[in-house]
Structure formats: C-alpha cells, structure tokens
C-alpha cells in the first residue's frame, strides 16, 4: 500500500471543509488531524468541536487523528467514537499506561497506532506491535509544521518493516514530517505505507501533485 494521509494543521480553519472536500474528490481516502494540548507539545491544532464539525460536513474519508497530548486516557474517551483510526505517542505514557490503553482500545474496538518521536529508538515497539494497528515514525520533531525531513527516518522504516514481517501481522506504517515530493518516493520505497504530506500540499495544492506524490 503506497497512500498519503494529507495533514491540515496548516489550513487555515474557514477553509478545513472545501479542503477536504476537494481532497476526497481527487481520490484521497484518508486524511490526517493533528491534536495538540499545548503540553505534551507547545503548540495547539484542531480542537475536539472543529473534527466533529468536519466528520458531520464533509465526504465521507477514513479520519487519522494524530493526538500529541499528555491526558491519554482523557482524550482517548473524547475522540474514540469520532476517529477512525487514534495515534497516541509512545513517549507520552508510562509502559503500564499504555497496556492499559492497548486493553481499553481492545474492548471498544478501537484501532490503535502508536507514534514515536526522533529520539526515540524503534525497538521500543516491538512488544506492543501485535496490539497495533498502525505505528508511526516522526520524522521531524512533533508539534510544528514546515520543518525539514530528517534523514535518520528511513533507518527506522527499514527496521520497523522487518520487525512487521517477523510479526507476520498487517500493520500500517506511516511517517510524518517534512515529507515532501523529492523524498515521499524514497519513503516509500523504504516500506512506508502511509505518508502524512502537509505543509508541501498546502502550498501546492492540486490534483497534479497529488499524482506526482504517488507515482
């Protein structure tokens, strides 16, 4: 699978809805909402009122909702019933929080992805992969948009990809960070599935790039 989940931390708010609803039209399935709490991370992005609001008033799309907050468990009971698919970051939890979340997420049938950061070491995935069903790899610092691609990622992807098949378990992989067209190919080719493209879209916006980013 070789997707782009577009991110629309930088879009300006009164125009979330035709954004969307143009991304769909050129056949995007999923797309990708970054949740801050000004904590875990200094920055905040979409708010619970704002996802609801897109959920109700565009096309229907598969909702990545990417949450860099430190309250686990108090957003995870906001957003599980509105997201199709919760990544929560590795970094935010202790382990024993996070065997609770994975328990939570498997009673309410739930799908669960977990992020890491640039400093984190991949191998901490490894005993909770069979709970996942997506992992993502940061690949710029979490919390801004804009910032430049760091290239230690696709180490990481090469290592997670192998990690995936000795599980023998299907599970998304996704990257996000400075992803852009003369570097998706190489991702990709890394064994991402799933590439969050932000602000490289928002910028230039259109169902050619969109094609370029895929070929």
């Known amino acids: 699978m070789r997707k782009i989940s577009p991110s629309v931390l930088n879009v300006d708010k009164e125009k979330l809805v035709p954004y969307i609803n143009k991304l769909i039209e050129w056949n995007v399935t999923n797309v990708h909402y970054d949740v801050m709490d000004n904590i875990f991370v200094p920055n905040v992005a979409l708010q619970y009122k704002e996802i609801e609001m897109i959920k109700k008033e565009c096309l229907k799309h598969t909702m990545d909702i990417h949450l860099m907050v430190k309250d686990v468990f108090g957003y995870y009971k906001m957003y599980k019933d509105i997201g199709d698919i919760l990544t929560f970051?590795?970094?935010?939890?202790?382990?024993?929080?996070?065997?609770?979340?994975?328990?939570?997420?498997?009673h309410d049938n739930v799908k669960l992805g977990l992020a890491i950061s640039p400093e984190t070491n991949v191998e901490v995935i490894r005993p909770y992969l069979k709970y996942l069903s997506l992992v993502l790899i940061m690949s710029v610092k979490p919390g801004f948009g804009g910032q430049k691609f760091i290239d230690a990622s696709y180490d990481k992807v090469f290592a997670l990809k192998r990690m995936i098949q000795e599980?023998?378990?299907?599970?998304?992989?996704?990257?996000?960070?400075?992803?852009?067209l003369d570097n998706i190919k190489y991702c990709f080719d890394a064994g991402v599935d799933l590439a969050v493209v932000g602000s490289f879209l928002v910028e230039n916006f259109s169902e050619e790039i969109i094609k370029k980013l895929l070929k």
């Open 167 to 180: 599980e023998k378990k299907e599970i998304i992989i996704q990257i996000d960070g400075g992803v852009k």
């Open 89 to 106: 970051h590795f970094e935010a939890m202790s382990q024993e929080d996070l065997q609770h979340l994975i328990a939570k997420a498997r």
